[in-house]
C-alpha cells in the first residue's frame, strides 16, 4: 500500500466517524425538547377534557367516576355518550384523554 493510500483511508474513516458522532448529538439533543412538547400537550389536552367532561358529562346524570372503566371501555363509552351530548369530535377526543389520565 502506498503512503498516499493509507491516507485516503484514514481520512474516509476520520469522516465516518465525524459523520456518526455529529448525527448522535443531534438526535442526544433533540430528544428532550421533543418529548417536554409531547408533554406538554397531553398535560393541555388533559386540563382541557376536565373542563369539557365537567361541563358535559352531568347535564343528564351525575358525573361517572374516571375510575368507573378501563381505557378501552371509556373508548366505547365516549363514543356512545357523544351521540346523545352531540359533542364535538375534539371534545370527545379531550375528555377520553382525561378520562384515560385519571382512571
Ligand atoms: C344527552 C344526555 C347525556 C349526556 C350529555 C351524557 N350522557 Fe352518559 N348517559 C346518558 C344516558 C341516557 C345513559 C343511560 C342509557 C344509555 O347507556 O344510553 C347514559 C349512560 C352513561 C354511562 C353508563 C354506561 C354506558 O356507557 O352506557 C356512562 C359511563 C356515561 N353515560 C358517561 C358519560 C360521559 C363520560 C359523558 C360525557 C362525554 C356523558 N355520559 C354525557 C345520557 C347522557
Given amino acids: 500500500m ?3 493510500k493509507i491516507q485516503m483511508l484514514w481520512l474516509g474513516g476520520f469522516a465516518t466517524i465525524t ?6 448529538m443531534v438526535s442526544v439533543s433533540a430528544a428532550p425538547a421533543k418529548k417536554a412538547a409531547a408533554k406538554k400537550t397531553d398535560t393541555m389536552q388533559i386540563v382541557r ?6 361541563n358535559n358529562c352531568s ?4 358525573l361517572r367516576s374516571p375510575k368507573e372503566l378501563t381505557d378501552a371501555e371509556w373508548d366505547t363509552s365516549v363514543a356512545h355518550m357523544r351521540v346523545r351530548a352531540n359533542l364535538a369530535k375534539a371534545d370527545a377526543e379531550d375528555i377520553v384523554a382525561f378520562l384515560k389520565a385519571s382512571n
Avoid: D, V
Avoid at 459523520?19 to 448522535?24: E, I, V, Y
Avoid at 347535564?59 to 351525575?62: L, Y
Fill in 2 to 4: 502506498t503512503k498516499r
Fill in 49 to 54: 377534557g376536565a373542563k369539557a367532561w365537567k
Fill in 19 to 24: 459523520t456518526l458522532f455529529l448525527t448522535s
Fill in 59 to 62: 347535564r343528564c346524570h351525575n
